[in-house]
């Protein structure tokens, strides 16, 4: 049984999470988009002296670059799905709507995931070509 819950979480379709798990892990994802914000920032104002285009691709193919700006949209990306969790569950009463509009977001968030690590990936392997 445990082996079909751990490939349930690896599939996102686990149950939700419960109220002291989703809190922590709101405090710790908003934590971790805390350090890696602040390397953005200081990339942004320090490190590319302008944003154009072939400066940007050159930026994102240093591959610690790629790593952390993939890591800073994994944690973005999921604590942005927590708080909409948070607003569904609140504020839609119908259980079964509520279900269906949880299943959805999990839905969208593993599409955006898969578009932002496509993206992030061509960029890093083209450049190395």
């Known amino acids: ?9 690896l599939l996102c379709l686990a149950p939700f999470e419960e109220a002291q798990r989703h809190w922590r892990s709101q405090r710790q994802s908003s934590m971790i988009i805390a350090v890696l914000g602040l ?17 940007v691709l050159s930026w994102i193919s240093d591959p610690l670059n790629a790593f952390i700006l993939t890591l800073l949209s994994l944690f973005l990306i999921y604590h942005a ?24 977001l999990r ?12 993206s992030i990936f061509s960029i ?6």
């Open 1 to 9: 049984m445990t082996i079909v819950k751990m490939a349930l979480r």
């Open 39 to 55: 390397w953005f920032i200081y990339q942004l104002l320090f490190v590319l002296p302008n944003f154009d285009y072939p400066q």
């Open 81 to 104: 799905e927590l708080g909409i969790q948070v607003v569904i569950e609140d504020y839609i009463s119908t259980e079964n709507l509520r279900k269906y509009a949880l299943f959805f």
């Open 107 to 118: 839905t969208l968030r593993i599409s955006v995931v898969i578009i932002s690590l496509v």
């Open 124 to 129: 890093l392997i083209s450049s190395g070509s």
